[in-house]
T-cell receptor
Framework: AQKITQTQPGMFVQEKEAVTLDCTYD???????LFWYKQPSSGEMIFLIY??????QNATEGRYSLNFQKARKSANLVISASQLGDSAMYFC????????????FGQGTELSVKP | DSGVTQTPKHLITATGQRVTLRCSPR?????VYWYQQSLDQGLQFLIQ???????AKGNILERFSAQQFPDLHSELNLSSLELGDSALYFC????????????FGPGTRLTVL
């Protein structure tokens, strides 16, 4: 079964510190994409970062990096130098090649950044 | 701003009614996706269209239908509404059909009373 698991319902981090949000996935497809989205309290879904299953290097986008460990089927999001505006829900998602383009989402992790 | 627009932003209606949600994709994107976000089910994929044709179907109820028009905008029709249909409905768009980054619209919050 295709599944995304986010085991941390809520997390706290001090402003300016780094934080890792966990994501594990399950798929039998050899090719897939992994995504992270941010959903602030205002409700919109904001794309953060993408990692392809055949990419050799971990993806980075500004303060966001994806720690991709294919053998362990994990795709953790690392946010460096946390800011108050990073407080939001974070969703990990997967797009298996043989499922069209649909995204399979995890349950999300609520991140709170403390001043 | 993702470039994906959705209307209306909020919709309040009664059980048994029918509503239409509208989505315009980003310029140049040919794929449109619909997702439902509810507290108990989380984010669920409903349906995907690519250049006017249905490409993939998820857990979409028979009471729900969608289409993509020649100008690439899409509509999601929800009929015989039930209380449990109350949710945030997102439209997303991407250039192609597989593993392209999907950009989400602001969503339509549907409340069924």
């Amino acid at each position: 079964a295709q599944k995304i698991t986010q085991t941390q319902p809520g997390m706290f981090v001090q402003e300016k510190e780094a934080v890792t949000l966990d994501c594990t996935y399950d798929t039998s497809d050899p090719s897939y994409g992994l995504f992270w989205y941010k959903q602030p309290s205002s409700g919109e879904m904001i794309f953060l970062i993408y990692q392809g299953s055949y990419d050799q290097q971990n993806a980075t986008e500004g303060r966001y990096s994806l720690n991709f460990q294919k053998a362990r089927k994990s795709a953790n999001l690392v946010i460096s130098a946390s800011q108050l505006g990073d407080s939001a829900m974070y969703f990990c998602a997967m797009s298996p090649l043989n499922q069209g383009g649909k995204l399979i989402f995890g349950q999300g992790t609520e991140l709170s950044v403390k001043p | 701003d993702s470039g994906v627009t959705q209307t209306p932003k909020h919709l309040i209606t009664a059980t048994g009614q029918r509503v239409t949600l509208r989505c315009s994709p980003r310029s140049g994107d040919l794929s449109v996706y619909w997702y439902q976000q509810s507290l108990d089910q989380g984010l669920q994929f409903l349906i995907q269209y690519y250049n006017g044709e249905e490409r993939a179907k998820g857990n979409i109820l028979e009471r729900f239908s969608a289409q993509q028009f020649p100008d690439l905008h899409s509509e999601l029709n929800l009929s015989s509404l039930e209380l449990g249909d109350s949710a945030l409905y997102f439209c997303a768009s991407s250039v192609g059909t597989k593993q392209d980054t999907q950009y989400f619209g602001p969503g339509t919050r549907l409340t069924v009373l």
